[in-house]
T-cell receptor, first 112, second 111 residues
Framework: EDKVVQSPLSLVVHEGDTVTLNCSYE??????LLWYKQEKKAPTFLFML????IEKKSGRLSSILDKKELFSILNITATQTGDSAVYLC????????????FGQGTTLQVKP | NAGVMQNPRHLVRRRGQEARLRCSPM?????VYWYRQLPEEGLKFMVY????????ESGMPKERFSAEFPKEGPSILRIQQVVRGDSAAYFC?????????FGSGTQLSVL
């Protein structure tokens, strides 16, 4: 069965800290891995990763994929209270159906 | 993702009633996806539709659930004879490619 596992499930840090969120996967056919941020409403797209070893960056957020070890990490540097959210990792299977397999999410709380 | 419109935002139903959830994809997107998020769980794929066609419904429960995306109008997710276990957030997404853009969801509460 295809599955995506995220760790930790929850994390509490203080503003200014750096955090690393983990996502490992076991799927039959891998097409891409996506990260979303969910703040009590619509998940918003952060990154899509298809190739190993190529870091994607957006401001204080960055992510990288390791297709050999089947995992991805999402880094957030200099965290702010506005980073508090659930971070979702999802794998797109090579089925052309938009069927994403989501992990259970990591709940990040950034304290002032 | 603000372009994917879902309504209602909140829906309360009593056991045995029907729930209808609506989704209008982003302009120019003809692919619609429905996902369900149960409390403390990740998003689970339900169904993928294109205009007038169901492409993949492998995540839909076999009974009481149906989905459509007519030629005109929004996509509808219909749940008949709702039970308490149907209480969840139902998200719709549309896509021009691999990236899905999600709506704000409909929170269904079954009393």
């Amino acid at each position: 069965e295809d599955k995506v596992v995220q760790s930790p499930l929850s994390l509490v840090v203080h503003e200014g800290d750096t955090v690393t969120l983990n996502c490992s996967y076991e799927v039959t056919n891998f097409r891409s891995l996506l990260w979303y941020k969910q703040e009590k409403k619509a998940p918003t797209f952060l990154f899509m990763l298809t190739s190993s070893g190529i870091e994607k960056k957006s401001g204080r957020l960055s992510s990288i994929l390791d297709k050999k070890e089947l995992f991805s990490i999402l880094n957030i540097t200099a965290t702010q209270t506005g980073d508090s959210a659930v971070y979702l990792c999802a794998v797109d299977l090579s089925s052309n159906t938009g069927k994403l397999i989501f992990g259970q999410g990591t709940t990040l709380q950034v304290k002032p | 993702n603000a372009g994917v419109m879902q309504n209602p935002r909140h829906l309360v139903r009593r056991r045995g009633q029907e729930a209808r959830l609506r989704c209008s994809p982003m302009k120019g997107h003809s692919h619609v996806y429905w996902y369900r998020q149960l409390p403390e769980e990740g998003l689970k794929f339900m169904v993928y539709l294109q205009k007038e066609n169901i492409i993949d419904e492998s995540g839909m429960p076999k009974e009481r659930f149906s989905a459509e995306f007519p030629k005109e109008g929004p996509s509808i997710l219909r749940i008949q004879q709702v039970v308490r276990g149907d209480s969840a957030a139902y998200f719709c997404a549309s896509s021009p490619d691999e990236k899905l853009f999600f709506g704000s969801g409909t929170q269904l509460s079954v009393l």
